[in-house]
Nanobody, 115 residues
């Protein structure tokens, strides 16, 4: 059974940076894409970044140029480097397969951007 454990969220000032980590328990084939999603209060969960094949990444327009996703298959980890954070990035962040969500959601990690 595949499970996700997200970590790295924190309270950060606008313009700051965070690196989120997603530890994958279980086996996900390397050809299955992985993504980071976020859900802000009162809003639907949305994908923000995905890695679908080695060297192939996709980003939501709202984070393009600021966020960077990476994946380490040997360590069963997925990362999200977030730079120049904005208050509108405040949300709970989750990882899961992409574009199809095949697995149950983890607990997520809270990112709050505020001065």
């Amino acid at each position: 059974q595949v499970q996700f454990a997200e970590s790295g969220g924190n309270l950060v000032q606008p313009g700051g940076s965070l690196r989120l980590s997603c530890r994958i328990s279980g086996t996900i084939a390397s050809e299955v894409g992985m993504g980071w999603y976020r859900q802000a209060p009162g809003k639907q969960r949305e994908p923000v970044a995905a890695v679908t094949a080695p060297g192939t990444t996709n980003y939501a327009d709202s984070v393009k140029g600021r966020f960077s996703i990476s994946r380490d298959n040997a360590k069963n980890m997925v990362y999200l480097q977030m730079n120049n954070l904005k208050p509108e990035d405040t949300a709970t962040y989750y990882c899961n397969s992409f574009p199809t969500v095949w697995y149950s959601w983890g607990q997520g990690t809270q990112v709050t951007v505020s001065s």
